[in-house]
């Protein structure tokens, strides 16, 4: 079985959304339009920031991919280091998953960001992060962890640590780790990203549901965590997140995110 792994282009941006929809979601519409907003968001990454996303081929069919920006072009996290790579997800189709495939996408991605590299304007990256945040469908922390990243004590956003060179003992992230805070204010505020579809769409969509049932006509905002960042640093926002009356409530496990929802509304 040949594994091709391929950077994403504006050729091939579709097949990085295929790889992550399955039969049972894809005629869903507000999935659909969740799928409209990822796409737009990963072309824009690439006019401006360059490749953010390799896919892995059998057969000329895209069955993984892994997802990626350069920390410091990641507008929520505030950070004057330049050389830190934000892994956001990486993920390989059910039939596909125990051959490698997984391992071959992150040791492209490693191989890559040891050299000299555009995306850190020709210098190179020494650090992979990503979240260390076990939430709703998103199984992937305890992979990284095997992979040979590690658990460290910044934010848990970013929690995730894999030193592509050696540590310098003096070496830090400069991320705040406490936070989401809370703030003063009525209402329901989404603060959602548009790098996967189901937390661009059917996620917001469906907490806006959930929210007219309870208490109809409570106001809800929708805060792309991408296009309107400043008020996600303020709060040190650094996930999908959904404020009710002031208290944020993290993605977590359906059961007791949509309890803790009603509980504050
Ligand atoms: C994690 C994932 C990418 C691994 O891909 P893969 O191609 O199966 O990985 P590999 O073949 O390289 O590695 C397989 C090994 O990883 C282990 N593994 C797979 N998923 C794991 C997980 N979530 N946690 C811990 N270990 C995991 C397997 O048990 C296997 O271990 P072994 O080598 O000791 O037998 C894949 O399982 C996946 O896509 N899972 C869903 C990830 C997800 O939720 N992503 C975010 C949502 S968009």
């Known amino acids: 079985m040949d594994v091709e792994i391929c950077d994403l282009t504006e050729i091939n941006v579709d097949d990085a959304l295929a790889v992550c929809t399955s039969d049972k979601w894809r005629d869903v519409p507000s999935y659909r339009r969740g799928l409209k907003v990822r796409r737009e968001w990963l072309l824009r990454l690439y006019r401006t920031v360059g490749t953010c996303c390799k896919i892995a081929y059998i057969e000329n069919d895209p069955v993984g991919m892994i ?13 004057k280091r330049k050389d830190v790579l934000y892994i956001h997800c990486i993920f390989v189709k059910r039939d596909y998953r125990g051959r490698g495939i997984g391992s ?8 890559e960001m040891k050299k000299p590299n555009p995306l850190f304007e020709a210098n190179t990256c020494r650090l992979f992060v990503t979240t260390a945040r076990e939430r709703f469908a998103f199984k992937q922390p305890s992979y990284f962890l095997l992979k040979g990243f590690t658990k460290t004590d910044d934010n848990v956003d970013i929690g995730l640590a894999y030193w592509l060179f050696e540590k310098k003992p003096e070496e830090r992230l400069d991320i705040p780790v406490s936070g989401p805070i809370q703030v003063a204010e009525k209402g329901v505020r989404i603060f959602y ?8 769409s059917t996620w917001t969509e469906n907490i806006r549901k959930f929210v007219e049932e309870v208490k109809p006509h409570t106001k809800v905002e929708q805060v792309n ?3 309107r960042p400043k008020e996600a640093i303020r709060r040190v926002v650094t996930c999908p997140v959904t404020y009710v009356n002031g208290t944020p409530i993290p993605p977590m496990d359906p059961d007791p995110f949509w309890e803790t929802i009603k509980a504050k509304l």
């Open 67 to 79: 997802q990626y920006t350069p920390l410091h072009r990641v507008p929520y996290f505030r950070t």
């Open 193 to 200: 990203s548009p790098f996967c579809q189901y937390y661009a």
């Open 104 to 111: 071959k996408l992150l040791d492209a991605l490693i191989d």
């Open 225 to 227: 965590l991408w296009t």
